[in-house]
C-alpha cells in the first residue's frame, strides 16, 4: 500500500466515525429542542393566564407592591456588588531611605514592616547601639549578613522603633501624595 492510499484510508475511517458521531447525535439534539420549545410554551401560557385573570386588588396596590419589590431588588444588588480595595492596598512594598521595606495592610494600618536588603534580598539586622551611648548622635543601622556585613542604610534620630516608624510615615506620606502609584507599576 502506498502512502498515498494509506492516507485514504485514515480519512475514509475518520469519516465514517464523524458521520455515526454525528447521525447518533441528531435524534439527543432533536429531543432537546422539543423539550426546549414546549418549556418556553408552558411559560408563554402561564404568563397570558396570570396576566389576563381578574385580581380582586386593586390596580394601584399592585403597583405599590411591584415598586417596593423593585426597590428592594436593586437594594440587594447594591448590597451584594463586589467591594472595591483601595488601589494603596496593593502597595506593599517600596526602596525607602536606601533598603526595600515590605509590609500589609491590616484595614488601613500597616503591618509586618520591615526592610531587605536591596541586591540580595536578605533580612536585614538592625543596630542601634549608638542610641545607649551618651557620646555618639542617635541612629540605626540596617546590615546585610549576605552582603559581608554591609551596612544598607542608616536612618538618623533614633532607636529601631523609630527608624521603622520613620519608614512607616515615609510610606503614608507617598500614599497620601499618590507617589505610591509609580512603586506598584
Ligand atoms: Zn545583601
Same mark, same amino acid.
Given at each position: 500500500?502506498?502512502?498515498?492510499?494509506?492516507?485514504?484510508?485514515?480519512?475514509?475511517?475518520?469519516?465514517?466515525?464523524?458521520?455515526?458521531? @454525528?447521525?447518533?447525535?441528531? =435524534?439527543?439534539?432533536?429531543? %432537546? #429542542? &422539543?423539550?426546549?420549545?414546549?418549556?418556553?410554551?408552558? !411559560? *408563554? +401560557?402561564?404568563?397570558?393566564?396570570? @396576566?389576563?385573570?381578574?385580581? =380582586?386588588?386593586?390596580?394601584? %396596590? #399592585? &403597583?405599590?407592591?411591584?415598586?417596593?419589590?423593585?426597590? !428592594? *431588588? +436593586?437594594?440587594?444588588?447594591?448590597?451584594?456588588?463586589?467591594?472595591?480595595?483601595?488601589?494603596?492596598?496593593?502597595?506593599?512594598?517600596?526602596?525607602?531611605?536606601?533598603?526595600?521595606?515590605?509590609?500589609?495592610?491590616?484595614?488601613?494600618?500597616?503591618?509586618?514592616?520591615?526592610?531587605?536588603?536591596?541586591?540580595?534580598?536578605?533580612?536585614?539586622?538592625?543596630?542601634?547601639?549608638?542610641?545607649?551611648?551618651?557620646?555618639?548622635?542617635?541612629?540605626?543601622?540596617?546590615?546585610?549578613?549576605?552582603?559581608?556585613?554591609?551596612?544598607?542604610?542608616?536612618?538618623?534620630?533614633?532607636?529601631?522603633?523609630?527608624?521603622?516608624?520613620?519608614?512607616?510615615?515615609?510610606?503614608?506620606?507617598?500614599?497620601?501624595?499618590?507617589?505610591?502609584?509609580?512603586?506598584?507599576?
Amino acid at each position: 500500500m502506498t502512502e498515498s492510499q494509506s492516507h485514504s484510508v485514515r480519512n475514509g475511517v475518520i469519516a465514517t466515525v464523524l458521520g455515526g458521531l @454525528i447521525l447518533s447525535a441528531i =435524534p439527543y439534539a432533536r429531543g %432537546l #429542542l &422539543l423539550s426546549l420549545i414546549a418549556w418556553v410554551w408552558s !411559560g *408563554a +401560557v402561564w404568563a397570558r393566564k396570570t @396576566i389576563t385573570l381578574s385580581y =380582586p386588588t386593586p390596580g394601584w %396596590l #399592585l &403597583l405599590l407592591i411591584g415598586l417596593f419589590a423593585l426597590y !428592594g *431588588a +436593586v437594594c440587594t444588588l447594591f448590597a451584594l456588588r463586589p467591594k472595591k480595595e483601595p488601589l494603596h492596598k496593593k502597595y506593599t512594598e517600596d526602596i525607602i531611605y536606601g533598603a526595600k521595606w515590605r509590609w500589609s495592610w491590616v484595614g488601613s494600618n500597616v503591618s509586618n514592616l520591615w526592610c531587605y536588603c536591596p541586591t540580595c534580598d536578605a533580612t536585614l539586622v538592625y543596630d542601634d547601639s549608638s542610641c545607649r551611648s551618651r557620646y555618639e548622635p542617635s541612629k540605626t543601622d540596617f546590615i546585610c549578613e549576605r552582603c559581608n556585613g554591609k551596612v544598607v542604610t542608616t536612618i538618623q534620630g533614633g532607636n529601631k522603633s523609630y527608624a521603622v516608624g520613620a519608614a512607616e510615615r515615609e510610606l503614608l506620606r507617598k500614599v497620601r501624595t499618590g507617589e505610591y502609584v509609580a512603586a506598584i507599576q
